[in-house]
Each structure stands twice: as C-alpha cells, then as structure tokens.
C-alpha cells in the first residue's frame, strides 16, 4: 500500500494497492489499483495556487502497471484530481454512476473523456479489476451513494472505508452495510483496516441528516414574505433535496444559482437521485417576476470561494440575485479548516447588505459527514482487524484515531499512524513500513506545473516583505555610473514618505560598486548583480530589519 495523499492533511486523498511480485521483490510484476485521486483547497500562505494535487511522480514511473481508479465517492477531495491525472496516465475508473457523474464533468470540462472508461458499480457488486478482487460496500455520506471498499487478497482483506457516517434514517433509507462487514469479518477477517480519520475527536456520534430537514422546514415557515437563499456544497444531493421539499412544502419554488449547482441538480434528478416537480423547479432568470415569499434560491459558495455565486451576492456583483432586507440567507454547511476566513469574508458582506443569514453557528442547518468517535468504535468493534491504519484527516485526527483503534482492542504495535509517502508492505510476517516514494504537493496555478516550490517561496517573500529593485547602468570599462542608482519597491516602505531613505540606500549602492571596480578592473554583469544585491540588502537589513526581495537590475554601455 503506497499513500500518496490525504495524511496529515484534509484533501489530497490518494492511495495505490499493488498485489504481486515475487521473491525478487524489484515490483515489476505488480499492478497497481488507485483507490481515489483527489485535490486539496490551498493553504492561506500558498500565494496565488488555485489546487493542490498528489504528487504523480511514482504514478507515472508506473503508468504500465495501473490498471485502474477506484472513487470511493465523488467529493472533489477525492475524485477532483481525475482530469489531472488523466493527462499523465490513460485509465478505467470505477465507482457508483453518481461518483462517475459527478466526476465526468470536471473531466468533459478538460476535454479527457477520450483519456478513460467511466465504469458504473452497483451496491454490494464484486468486480475483478486484473488481478484485484474488489467489493464495492455502500456507505452513508455527505454525497449519495458512497462507497467503501473491499479488496480480496491472498493475505486477507484490506478493507477502506471510505469517507462515512452511522446515519440510521438516511433521506434515501441507504445505510452503511455494517451487517456485510460484520459478514466479512467473521468469514474472512479484515487483515487491514483503513478507516476515515476527520471527525475521530469528536465525542458521540454523528447526527443524522433528516435532523437538518426539520431544522429547514421551521426555517421556511418562519420566512414567510420573505425570499429564502440557501448555500450548501454543490455536491451534497440529500440536502439539496431537504431545502427543496421544506421550500415547496411553504409554497415556494427552487431556482437554481451556480453552474456547478445547476448541473448536479440535473444530474441527480435524471438517477433519480433528487426529486423535484418539473412545474417546482425554474429559472434563476424569472424569480423577479415572483413575489419575495414565493422564491427559494440554492446557491453555490457555501466555502466563501471568491468567485462563487454566493461571494459575488455578497458583493452585490451577482448579476441574478440582489439582496435586500427582505432575504434570509441559510448557510447550510460548515467551513472547511481552512476556508474559515473566507466564510467569514461572505458572512460579513451578506449581513452589510441587509440581509438575515443563518448558519451553523446559530441554528443545526448542518450535519457532518464523517463519523464520530463513538460510530468508529462501533465500526472497529464489527471489523475486528487485525491491523488498523487510520486515513483522511489531519495529523491530530489520525493519532485519535489511532487511540480509538487501541480502546477498540487493537495491540498498539498493529496501529499505524502513517504520513503521504509511506510504503507498507503485507506479507505472511504482518505489515510493515518498507519504504518512502515521492509525494509532495503539486500546485496549480492556472495549469498544472506551473508553480514549483521557489516560486512559493518568493511569492511568500513578497507578501510578507515587499520587493526592492534596484536600477542603475554602468560604465564597463571605467567602472563609472552612468545613471541611477534608482531605488523602486513595493512592499518595503511607501517611497513618497521615504525619499531620504530611498535615497541613502541608493548613496550606499553607488559607493559599493565604486569599491568594487576598486578591487577588480573588469567586473561582469553577474558579479555586478551580486554586489548590488548585497549592498541593498545589507542596507535594507541594518535600517528596517526587514528582508525584502532584492531584485538588482544592473545595464552596461
């Protein structure tokens, strides 16, 4: 097992399994199967990335051996690095038809359709992927029709749960097949375990989901002559569908905003999925031609995304909706660790548009998705592995997890707490870490590869400390200054307001170049790069404590 994302952090979920290889143990008789292949939100200190992805670097060293993705379920954590990687490697995925739905469009959008097969599985269906003997488990999450999986080996089991939760009155009556992995478990015995990690310290269980619809509906009945605009992960098909019935059943009609909203609307009601009146649903174009108390809007931007339809109606720049204090805005979902910030930013700017907001804070208008420490419990107590790897979440979730694992009956030494990069191996003697492979971030900023790690670094270097540029033409020969030094910065100081200081770094600029030419008759133009750089940045040091970029722009004549 080779774990090339999603330890120690929140996103990035990616792991490979590789069945075979002989005594040899070089590996190039093992397929591999890629179970998920998702992104991760940038940090607030990644200056400009737009994604984060897995670190395809053993991926494509491999690409002969992959025979294919298995998507647990379709949350972009998960499956949003799919049109990435397909650049890189040509393969199957599998997955439930809303996981492969939800995957297709970001895939269509990239033009890679070409690149793959989209391969729907049924609840509870064992396929045989070349080597591999899988078995695709339904569990209840955040999204319809997750799954875990059960991959069959010759030494035992190696069960991943997936992202899940213990929700006994899911909206579509689909639970977690707890009674098929107690099953397993007493036939086969779970050699290993790989259990979600994101909600392991949080005490109890997880509440479920139908609660938040009673919550929505007191909600709407109180709204009355009031518009009602809700934001939830676009994605998150169960809720969409609680929001619709309480807006229909006060009287409302459902429009849509967002285009990422629009289309997993549609795509839920052609599975089935979502179920909404055709003679309910309208377009966002025509809800000013209702009255307030009529109109129910499902918004995109429950994350504070920047250009979210959700960001650009707090801005007053959504070119649909107009709040007024006439609107309450329901906020039904959670920041992502991470994103609080941005939430925040949107929640501000609905509220100075006058608008009435209500969110998690202050009424139960969200359920997580995850499970909590006492349904991991439960979930560890009907699997009995005999290893346990706690997965997805940050550091501190899988070493609760991994204590959760040890109350659980779990001898310590068969808890693994383990970081991207790991390679275990399982044999007849038990599982060990037998290696690393590469599996640092991948950033995005506009195409993949864009942005390496020196980039990162000087972009924190000029949000933090500014730039100076430093201008001058020199003589060759003479070694005389023939114009400048100019002193620009941004960042630094406010040069308006420092012209005296700007000055004096130009004065010591101009007498270490003087000096130089001194020592050395001829100087290059790279030599003469560094002794500005130096003379501005020892300057800049001494006088303000700070270091800025120094970017020396020297020009011979």
């Known amino acids: ?78 499956v949003g690095a799919l049109q990435y990687l397909l650049r890189e490697i040509s393969v199957p995925i599998y997955g439930s038809a809303l996981t492969l739905g939800l995957a297709r469009n970001r895939i269509e959008e990239a033009g890679l359709l ?16 070349g080597p591999f003997d899988i ?35 899911p909206v579509d009556g689909r639970r977690t097949d707890l009674a098929r992995i107690g ?22 269980h997880a509440p479920s989901e139908t609660n938040v619809g009673s919550v929505l509906r007191s909600i709407f009945a109180e709204c009355k002559g009031r518009r009602v605009i809700t934001a939830s992960f676009a994605s998150h098909l169960h809720r969409i569908q609680q929001i619709a019935d309480a807006a229909i059943e006060s009287g409302r009609v459902v429009a849509t905003l967002g285009m990422s909203i629009r289309k997993n609307v549609q795509l839920g009601i052609d599975l089935g999925i979502i179920h909404i009146p055709a003679s309910k649903l309208v377009d966002i174009e025509d809800i000013d031609r209702l009255a307030p108390g009529e109109v129910c809007v499902i918004s995109t931007g429950s994350q504070g995304e920047p250009m979210s339809a959700l960001a650009l109606l707090a801005r007053g720049e959504n070119k649909f909706v107009k709040l007024s204090d ?7 979902s959670h920041a992502i660790p991470g994103n609080e910030s941005n939430v925040n930013r949107v929640l501000d700017g609905l509220l100075r548009a006058g608008a009435q907001v209500v969110h998690s804070g202050v009424r139960d208008v969200h359920a997580t998705g995850h499970a909590q420490a006492d349904d991991i419990k439960t979930y ?26 040890v109350t659980m009956g779990v001898p310590r030494d068969r808890v693994l707490v ?23 971030y991948l950033y995005v900023d506009g195409i993949v590869g864009d942005v390496g790690m020196g980039v990162l670094r000087d972009r924190k270097i000029l949000a933090s400390e500014g730039v100076v540029v430093v ?63 130096r003379a501005a940045g020892r300057f800049v040091s001494d006088r303000t404590r700070r270091r800025p970029m120094i970017v020396p722009v020297v020009m011979e004549t």
């Not at 059960?150 to 006994?168: E, M, P």
């Not at 006439?326 to 039904?332: K, P, R």
């Not at 383990?418 to 640092?440: K, M, T």
């Not at 005389?480 to 100019?486: K, Q």
């Open 1 to 78: 097992m080779v774990f090339l994302g999603g330890l120690g952090e929140i996103g990035r979920n990616c792991m490979a399994i590789e069945l075979g290889g002989g005594p040899s143990g070089d590996g190039a008789d093992r397929s591999i199967l890629l179970i998920d292949c998702g992104l991760m939100f940038p940090d607030p200190d990644m200056h400009g990335i737009d994604l984060v992805l897995p670190d395809f670097t053993y991926l494509r060293e491999n690409a002969s051996r992959i025979v294919a993705v298995v998507a647990t379920h379709g949350h972009e954590d998960h």
């Open 114 to 129: 070409g690149r793959t097969e989209l391969r729907p599985v049924l609840d509870g269906e064992r396929v045989t992927i």
């Open 135 to 169: 078995e695709f488990i339904p569990v209840t999450h955040s999204v319809p029709h997750a799954h875990a999986v059960a991959v069959h080996t010759g030494q035992g089991v190696i069960l991943h749960t997936g992202d899940f939760k213990l929700d006994l009155t």
């Open 183 to 204: 099953e397993i478990a007493k036939r086969e015995g779970v050699r290993v375990l790989l259990c979600d990690s994101t909600n392991a310290e949080s005490a109890g």
């Open 326 to 332: 006439h609107d309450t805005v329901i906020l039904s």
């Open 380 to 405: 560890l107590s009907i699997a009995q592995p005999d290893w346990f790897v706690p997965v997805h979440g940050e550091y501190r979730h899988l070493v609760a997890n991994a204590e959760l694992g």
């Open 418 to 440: 383990c970081s991207d990069g790991d390679v275990l191996r399982i044999d007849r003697a038990g599982v060990e870490v037998a290696g690393r492979v590469p599996a640092g």
């Open 471 to 533: 201008v001058v033409t020199v003589d060759a020969k003479s070694g005389a200054i023939v114009t400048g030094p100019e002193i620009i910065t941004r960042g630094w100081v406010y040069a308006p307001e420092a012209e005296d200081l700007l000055d004096e770094c130009a004065e010591n600029v101009r007498e270490a170049i003087h000096q130089a030419f001194k020592d050395q008759d001829t100087l290059d133009i790279e030599n003469l790069q560094r002794v500005v750089r």
